[in-house]
């Protein structure tokens, strides 16, 4: 089973509208950490956000929002008022103890978000 | 900013040869992990590295690859015997403290393309 889903494999958008991904996890853990990272097409990851799982509240970051909920774990993502500059793959990661205290991270597949112009 | 820095950008090796990528974590991070990402898939934990010691491995992780920490800065990934399926990007990150709460922050990558 998939630790961390990302349901939709590619999205595409026009150029100002909002658009979420949605990322859902699964852990055993009450103690874990979530991330999104974005690809740009040149390929490396960089990093968005993190979230302890004992922080459920929502973020804003300029266009970025994040919603947390725990009770559907869900980790979603919205870019509002979208730019072609948004057009990359979008990790979620999820880390937990894995036992010895390495907290890796497991991605989900990644969403591939294309904005037209 | 500091970042975690990798050479070589690109590599091409010939199926059979040893590779050796090489990574320079940020300066007071603790902990070093590489991961790799196969063309189109998702990024896959390949190893973390804690205390001049190898803390997890994944299954990918088999004997033909090693880490070595060679001195205080470097952190190196070896395959020793490469195979067409090692072809992949492959990604060091690094993090700063021993707990669960800090952020990996990502290498610019090595894409290896085995022959």
């Known amino acids: 089973a998939q630790k961390v889903t990302q349901a939709q494999t590619e999205i595409s958008v026009v150029e100002k509208e909002d658009v979420t991904l949605d990322c859902v996890y699964e852990?055993?853990?009450?103690?874990?950490?979530l991330f999104w990272y974005k690809q740009p097409p040149s390929g490396e990851l960089v990093f968005l956000i993190r979230?302890?799982?004992?922080?459920?509240q929502n973020e804003i970051s300029g266009r970025y929002s994040w919603n947390f909920q725990k009770s559907t774990s869900s980790f979603n993502f919205t870019i509002t008022a979208s730019q072609v500059v948004d057009s990359a793959v979008y990790f979620c990661?999820?880390?937990?103890?894995?036992?010895?205290?390495?907290?890796?991270?497991?991605f989900g597949k990644g969403t591939k978000l294309s904005v037209i112009p | 900013e500091p970042e975690v820095t990798q050479t070589p950008s690109h590599q091409v090796t010939q199926m059979g040869q040893e590779v050796i990528l090489r990574c320079v974590p940020i300066?007071?991070?603790?902990?070093f992990y590489w991961y790799r990402q196969i063309l189109g898939q998702k990024v896959e934990f390949l190893v973390s590295?804690?205390?001049?010691?190898?803390?997890?491995k994944s299954e990918i992780f088999d004997d033909q690859f090693s880490v070595e920490r060679p001195d205080g800065s470097n952190f190196t990934l070896k395959i020793r015997s490469t195979k067409l399926e090692d072809s992949a990007m492959y990604f060091c990150?690094?993090?700063?403290?021993?707990?669960?709460?800090?952020?990996?922050?990502f290498g610019p990558g090595t894409r290896l393309l085995v022959l």
């Open positions: 990150a690094s993090r700063k403290l021993a707990g669960g709460g800090e952020t990996q922050y």
């Open positions: 852990t055993r853990d009450t103690t874990y950490y």
């Open positions: 979230r302890n799982s004992f922080d459920e």
């Open positions: 990661a999820l880390s937990e103890n894995s036992g010895a205290g390495s907290y890796q991270l497991t």
């Open positions: 300066s007071n991070h603790l902990y």
């Open positions: 590295f804690y205390n001049n010691e190898i803390s997890e």
